[in-house]
Structures are given as structure tokens and as C-alpha cells.
């Protein structure tokens, strides 16, 4: 894609405003953006006129069928493929695709993760048009963007329970807005800007790796001599063959409207990022989704494979998603803005304690909407937030509300300019905060950063439970403000009230700081849910679930479904990665170990035959070592394979979780070890497979 045509390419495959200014009729045009823009009810009426013109758009560009594309319970995507051709009375064919077929769509429900929902005989399910989100083209199918819910009605998607928080954050922050005399804003959306990480390995090396194909990480891996120690990768020199991945990569994301902007090595090597333009975060989340699927498409064609796993390698950076959330209005005002003088800034301390208290209150329920099995190996190190959330607000703001609860003026100073000594050199003003890499919720500017979203999740979870939050505190704030007498001291109460109740949830330090984790739960009562079965519990706590019903964001049926399907989802991956490390230990690690004993000792004998004087030192201990080492991995195997026989028997998922943590982890531990240090005395050639060396700096 040459520059010049950049601007008449980006989009060329979505369905969007411009597409439909030019081929809807302009009260339909009308009708359907007041849907979009201001969340009004669809009128059916029109759904014809829009699909006649949807598939004419879609036939001219090469499209042949059409689908309705979800975001089940799965964590990815799902499509199924309708054909646009219908018979014609002449034995020809015509291109059909009606309103009918726009609005409704009904996928089998019962062949996804329901927790119960649905049984594997009540398979009826529907997907419904979601207008709000562009529909575009993959190849020759349009694909447009739906919801997911059972035969009655409960959601089995994440699109879904993130239009209701959306929803509900939209009317309480409405609330608020009126209170301060703002009557031009019709509406109020959170918006997104995830950061995607991501490493890309040669191809052929992936295929070599048992543990890389069927489980997204390596499960084996001695360190190698060098890791990210230097720091040179980071922002370092694109290699060409990564260079014109990132080219192709954007050019496929160019034409389906997503706004690719930012790319550049991470921490470790072979890391990458790609970072997005804000968007809401609807369509940013389905943005996000399409973004990983085509990371990965993009990867096979330059022969690469794109990992999406947290911590695909042991001893360095895991990926991450950073989260970057903020709320606007219709009017193009960020609610998070602090303005140029935040003191004085009443509307923005409302809602900066508002975000504060609610991060306070479900802190619990924020780690749970990023736990997975792969999020439980990144937290705590190498620039990912500690499991302790925590909310970072830089200087001057924790300078402002120390004032606000001393009840004395704020007295702020200037942004300090900076200086470096050459004259040549621009001077420029420095930031009113720095950014804390530890924090897990850290305020940069105007939006906050949620870091501890893991790389290949969906961002719905942490979105769905953020907005609520905060949509919850916001409503209880209007019910205290809304009729009172004298607003100004009502509000100037409620800020104080509650900014001393929550101050706990604030801290500027280090978070990988011991003594930070020891006082965070210790003196400031926060929780420190380190694995999956510990942070899930928070589903089902009753605060939580009270403020997801009363939002209208989930139902408690539809709660008690998602805890059960996020622990079945960590047994299974486990349980896949244990049996993944046994059967490389008996097929590949055992026997070359093996060999190359034997190899060593057969070369002992013979420098005894022509040296008969010669002790063979050297190879005597390396036998003795490389044959307690199989013993150990031998063990290690059958410790594993006893605890997965074991597990096999527990039918209470809870129960599974907790046993796996506790039992079948550390016994996975313990023949990584034995396996890794076979690895260190094994020759390069008897090696059964890629070593971390190989596949980081081959």
C-alpha cells in the first residue's frame, strides 16, 4: 500500500459511514446512524434497505457468502458461512441476503462453553446484529458483527454482558453530568487503546516444539547465556524480515479500519508491540479480536508464528495487553481530563474518585476478569503488575487530593522545563507524572492503564467489569447529590468521604517491592490473588454479584456460567500442558539423554583401548550426572502422570482447580528442572529439539 493511497485504502473493507452515506437512502442513512450514535432501538423496517445494500457493497468487492461473527465464550472468534446465492425460476441463480437474515442469525448454542446454560440437547441458539460495530470483509465473506445468547435469552458471549456495562455506564455518568449543568451531552462511552504484545519465532524451529504447538508456550527451556540483560532489543533496530511482517501486518489491518499505529521491539528478544488509535470500546474490542487472528495469518505467509501466550519463555517479559480506558462524551470532552488546574476541575475529582473508589471496592473482581492459566506465569515480573491492584496517579495528582482531604488549597507549581545542556536541543516542558511500569491501574495523563490484562485475552472482561464498577459508584454518587440544597458542599462531603474510605487503593511505589506486597495486604487489607482459582472466587462473592445484577450486566445465572467455564478452561490447559511434558519426556528428552550417555561412555572405552593409563574423569561424572538426571525425569514423568490419574477423579470443578494449583504444578516444576538441567550437560547435536538460544537469537 503506497502512501499516496493510504487514505482511499484505510477501511476499503468495512462497511462504514462512508459506504453507507453513499448507498443508503437518507432517512435510512438517518434512522440507522441514531441507532449507532445514540443507542436508540433498530428499526426493523429498515433492516432490508440496509442489507440489500450491505451485500450489493460486499458482491461488488468478490464476496460470496456472508456470517454473523461472534465472540463466544472461547475467547476467540466463530463464524459459520451462508451463501448469498438462492435459485432463480430460469435454473439460474440470483444474490439474496435479506433483513431478516441481517438481524437474526442462530448458530447451535450448545457446542460452546455455556457453564450449564445450555444442555448438548438444547442446541438452539441466536446471534443478533450488533450496528453499533461496522461490518466488513474476510476473503470473500462478509462478516457482520453479532451478539450470542441461548434459546433464553442468556448471553454466551462477551459482546453481549460489554454493551450492557457500556450501557450502564453511559446513564449513571449521564447523571452526573446533569448535576453540573450539562444538558448538550447525550451520551457518555469508555473508550480503548489496548497495547498488543507479541513474539514472533521462524516457523520451522515452532514445528520442532511439541509443547509450542499444543500449548502456545515452552514447557522446557534451560536459560540460555543471554536473555534481555543488556536491554537491546527494546526500541531496538527492526530486523528486515520483522520489518516487513509489521508492513503487511498493517496493511491488512489498514483496510479493515484498524487504526495500527505505534509498532516497536519490546523487552524481550524476539518481543514485539502494536499499539492502536483510542477507539470505543465495542469496536475496539472487536478490533483487538480481529488483530490477534490476523497477527497470526500474517505470520504463516513471512514464515514466521506469532505467540499470543503470556509467557511463551521462561526468564523473560511475558506480553502483555495494556489496557488504556478513559470516558467521553458525545461532545468530544474526556470526563478523565484533569484539565489545567484539577483542583479547581470539580467534574474531573468527582470522577477520578469515582474510578478510585470502584477500583477499591471490586479490586477482587478486576484481577478475576484477567485470570488465566497463562496470566498466572506473567504476573509479578519483567515490567507485568504484581497480582496486588493498586492505582498509580503520579505527583501532582496525589498532590491535589492530599489537599482535597487536608481541606487546605492546593498550591501546584509549573511544569518544570526541561533542560539538557545543548543549545541546539529543544526545550520542552516536563509531564505532571511519570509512568509507573509496576502499577497495575495507573493513571497516565487522561485515561488510566489496566497492565495486568494478559496478551491473548479478550479485553470484553476487564472492560465489562471496569465499567461496571465505576458505572455503580457513579449511580450511588447521584443518588446522594441528586436534589440536595446546597450542591457545592453536598459534593465537597462526598469527595472527602469517600476519597478517606478508599486512599488505601493508592500507592506511587514499586510494585515488585516485597515490602510493598507485605504492607498492601497486611496494613491496607488489598487482596493478593496470585492464581485462577483464587481470583475467581470473586465471581460469586456477593458484593459482586449484587452490583453485576443490579447494572443489568449479567444475571446470576449467567455469573455462576462464566466461573465455571474460566475454571474448566485453567484445569484444561493445564492438564493438556501436563500430559504435553510427559510425552515429550518419554519420546524426545529421555532418549536423547540416553544417547548421548552412551555415546559418552562408548567414548570412554575407547580412549581406555588406545590409553590404557587414562582415568576418564570427565566422562565418568558426566555418566554418573546425565544417569541420575533420567532417574529424576523418569520419576518426574510418573509423578505427573500419578497426579493427572489422580485429578482424573475429581468432578467438582472448584475442587480440580484447587488440586491442580496445589498438587499437579509443582510436580510440573520439578521435571522442568530435571529436564533443564539434563539440557545444560546434553552435546547441542543430541538435543531432540530447539533450544531457548536457538529460538530467541537464531
Known amino acids: 500500500m503506497k502512501t499516496a493511497t493510504l487514505s ?48 450489493d457493497w460486499a458482491v461488488e468487492r468478490g464476496a460470496t457468502h456472508f456470517t454473523h461473527w461472534f465472540q463466544p465464550l472461547t475467547g476467540v472468534t466463530a463464524e459459520k458461512h451462508d451463501g448469498f446465492l438462492s435459485p432463480a425460476p430460469d435454473g439460474g441463480v440470483i444474490m439474496e441476503f435479506s433483513g431478516k437474515e441481517l438481524i437474526q442469525g442462530e448458530p447451535d448454542a450448545s457446542s460452546f462453553p455455556s457453564g450449564g446454560l445450555r444442555a448438548t440437547f438444547e442446541a438452539r441458539g441466536y446471534t443478533a446484529w450488533d450496528p453499533t460495530s461496522y461490518a466488513f470483509l474476510k476473503g470473500k465473506v462478509l462478516c457482520i458483527p453479532t451478539a450470542f445468547c441461548s434459546y433464553g435469552g442468556e448471553a454466551l458471549d462477551k459482546k453481549t454482558p460489554l454493551l450492557r456495562s457500556m450501557e450502564a455506564l453511559n446513564t449513571q455518568a449521564l447523571r452526573i453530568l446533569r448535576l453540573f449543568g ?56 527492526i530486523k528486515p524480515r520483522v520489518q516487513a511482517y509489521m508492513e503487511d501486518l498493517n496493511e491488512e489491518l489498514w483496510k479493515l479500519g484498524i487504526l495500527a499505529k505505534t509498532e516497536h521491539n519490546e523487552v524481550a528478544p524476539c518481543q514485539h508491540e502494536l499499539a492502536p488509535i483510542y477507539t470505543t470500546t465495542n469496536i475496539a474490542t472487536d478490533h483487538n479480536q480481529l488483530t490477534m487472528e490476523i497477527m497470526q495469518k500474517v505470520a504463516e505467509k513471512h514464515g514466521l508464528v506469532c505467540l499470543l501466550h503470556e509467557k511463551p519463555f521462561a526468564g523473560v517479559n511475558g506480553s502483555g495487553k495494556h489496557n488504556n480506558w478513559s470516558i467521553s462524551t458525545d461532545t468530544g470532552v474526556n470526563l478523565l481530563s484533569p484539565g489545567e488546574s484539577p483542583y479547581e476541575n470539580a467534574q474531573f475529582l468527582l470522577f477520578l474518585v469515582a474510578v478510585l473508589e470502584a477500583v477499591d471496592e471490586y479490586a477482587d473482581l478486576l484481577r478475576a476478569s484477567v485470570a488465566t492459566a497463562g496470566n498466572d506465569h506473567r504476573l509479578g515480573a519483567n515490567e507485568a503488575p504484581p497480582a496486588v491492584v ?123 517491592d516485597d515490602a510493598w506486597i507485605k504492607e498492601a495486604v497486611e496494613q491496607r487489607g488489598l487482596h493478593n490473588l496470585r492464581t485462577t482459582p483464587d481470583a475467581m472466587k470473586a465471581l460469586l462473592e456477593k458484593k459482586s454479584m449484587e452490583m453485576l445484577i443490579r447494572q443489568k450486566v449479567y444475571t446470576k445465572a449467567e455469573l455462576v456460567s462464566r466461573y465455571e467455564i474460566m475454571l474448566e478452561n485453567y484445569c484444561k490447559t493445564i492438564v493438556i500442558e501436563a500430559n504435553t511434558m510427559c510425552e515429550m519426556a518419554r519420546k524426545e528428552i529421555l532418549p536423547a539423554v540416553e544417547r548421548y550417555a552412551c555415546a559418552v561412555a562408548e567414548t570412554a572405552e575407547k580412549k581406555r583401548a588406545l590409553v590404557p593409563v587414562l582415568g576418564c574423569g570427565y566422562e565418568k561424572h558426566l555418566v554418573e550426572k546425565l544417569s541420575a538426571l533420567t532417574d529424576q525425569i523418569e520419576a518426574g514423568t510418573v509423578e505427573v502422570e500419578s497426579a493427572l490419574a489422580s485429578l482424573a477423579t475429581i468432578a467438582d470443578v472448584p475442587e480440580l482447580a484447587e488440586s491442580i494449583r496445589d498438587l499437579l504444578l509443582p510436580k510440573m516444576a520439578e521435571l522442568r528442572a530435571a529436564a533443564d538441567e539434563a539440557e545444560c550437560l546434553t552435546a547441542k547435536d543430541f538435543w531432540p529439539f530447539p533450544t531457548y538460544g536457538e529460538i530467541l537469537f537464531g
Request: hydrophobic share 40%; glycine share 8%.
Open 182 to 237: 450539562n444538558k448538550d451531552v447525550r451520551r457518555v462511552s469508555s473508550s480503548v487503546g489496548p497495547e498488543q504484545e507479541y513474539f514472533l519465532i521462524d516457523r520451522e524451529l515452532w514445528k520442532k516444539r511439541r509443547d509450542l504447538v499444543y500449548t502456545g508456550r515452552t514447557l522446557y527451556g534451560a536459560k540460555p547465556p543471554k536473555g534481555q540483560e543488556l536491554d537491546d532489543h527494546y526500541f531496538g533496530v
Open 390 to 512: 493498586s492505582v498509580f496517579l503520579g505527583d501532582e495528582l496525589t498532590a491535589v487530593l492530599e489537599a482535597l482531604e487536608r481541606e487546605e488549597p492546593y498550591i501546584g507549581s509549573e511544569k518544570p522545563e526541561m533542560m539538557l545542556g545543548v543549545l541546539t536541543l529543544p526545550r520542552f516542558l516536563r509531564d505532571t507524572t511519570d509512568r509507573n511500569r509496576t502499577s497495575p491501574f495507573a493513571f497516565t495523563g487522561n485515561k488510566f492503564e489496566f497492565r495486568m490484562v494478559g496478551s491473548s485475552n479478550s479485553i470484553a472482561c476487564a472492560n465489562i467489569m471496569l465499567n461496571a464498577a465505576v458505572a455503580d459508584t457513579l449511580g450511588r454518587f447521584a443518588d446522594r447529590l441528586e436534589g440536595v440544597s446546597d450542591f457545592d458542599s453536598a459534593l465537597h462531603a462526598l469527595l472527602l468521604e469517600s476519597l478517606r474510605a478508599h486512599k488505601r487503593i493508592l500507592f506511587n511505589g514499586n510494585g515488585y
Open 8 to 55: 482511499e485504502e484505510f477501511g476499503s473493507l468495512v462497511f462504514d459511514d462512508r459506504a453507507m452515506k453513499a448507498r443508503l437512502s437518507g432517512e435510512v442513512y438517518r434512522a440507522l446512524k441514531q441507532t449507532i450514535k445514540q443507542g436508540q432501538p433498530l428499526n426493523p423496517a429498515i433492516a432490508n434497505a440496509v442489507a440489500a445494500a450491505m451485500r
